[in-house]
């Protein structure tokens, strides 16, 4: 079994957003399907433009996720990201989010996908929002930046701690490079797209003056997003020899 849960938030009350609902409903598309046609994520989309997206309704959905067994669990969220100063813990923000409860924290999800390992052989979690990069690191220890990644778990974040995550013209910066790289441009010879497949993709993409994404992973072999048809024919050749007299 392989599920996701996609989720997009852009009807926030101070500071609406304008391109995450769309992100969140493509890349539950493309991630519905492989290349061929062939079953791919069961995908469960959670967007404001349908329900309001409490936190709450994170924490359930997320609880479901990490329920059971399964080959893969991945998470996407597209909507505001912050770090709180006074206690240094990254959250993902909720609609119904505000100042002392701003959401779910990245620790918190860190904890859940965790603690999902063995019975959930590989977890995916890729947030475009703001200070994403703060994914995984241990929570109130003033930006040490110690990493508390379980096994089997892989983040790929928009930008680092300090950055923010741009959106233009209906579309995040970040997701949209996501959604090129799993539609093919991040693909190997035999059609495999891995998240750190797509992590280089971005990151050659990015100029050296826009936000950087980051990669982290505790895996000792690499989980598929997406397989497409196979690009490529490896032709191997062996020149003829000669011995020099």
């Not at 709450?56 to 080959?71: H, M, N, P, R």
């Not at 918190?108 to 977890?123: C, D």
């Not at 990069?133 to 241990?138: H, S, T």
Request: hydrophobic share 40%; net charge negative.
């Amino acid at each position: 079994m392989r599920k996701a849960l996609i989720v997009g938030i852009d009807k926030y009350a101070s500071i609406p957003l304008s391109g995450c609902e769309n992100d969140a409903a493509a890349v539950a598309g493309v991630l519905e399907k492989n290349g061929d046609g062939s079953p791919n994520f069961d995908v469960k989309l959670i967007s404001s433009e349908k329900i309001n997206v409490t936190n709450d309704v994170i924490q359930t959905a997320l609880g479901e996720l990490f329920s059971g067994d399964a080959e893969t669990a991945l998470f996407y969220f597209a909507g505001h990201g912050i770090i709180d100063p006074v206690t240094n813990t990254g959250y993902i923000v909720s609609q119904d989010g505000k100042r002392g409860s701003w959401g779910m924290s990245l620790s918190e999800l860190l904890g859940l996908a965790n603690g999902a390992s063995p019975r959930i052989q590989s977890t995916v979690i890729i947030l475009d929002s703001c200070n994403s990069g703060y994914a995984g690191e241990v929570a109130g220890l003033n930006k040490a930046q110690v990493s508390a990644i379980g096994n089997g778990v892989t983040i790929l974040t928009a930008c680092h701690r300090e950055q923010s995550a741009a959106e233009a013209e209906g579309q995040g910066l970040f997701t949209s490079m996501l959604l090129d790289g799993l539609a093919g441009s991040a693909a190997d010879i035999l059609g495999r797209i891995t998240p750190a497949s797509v992590y280089s993709h971005i990151d050659q993409t990015l100029g050296s003056w826009e936000q950087r994404p980051i990669y982290k992973a505790n895996v000792q072999t690499f989980v598929t997003l997406r397989r497409i048809r196979q690009i490529a024919k490896l032709i191997l050749y062996l020149p003829s020899i000669r011995c020099r007299n």
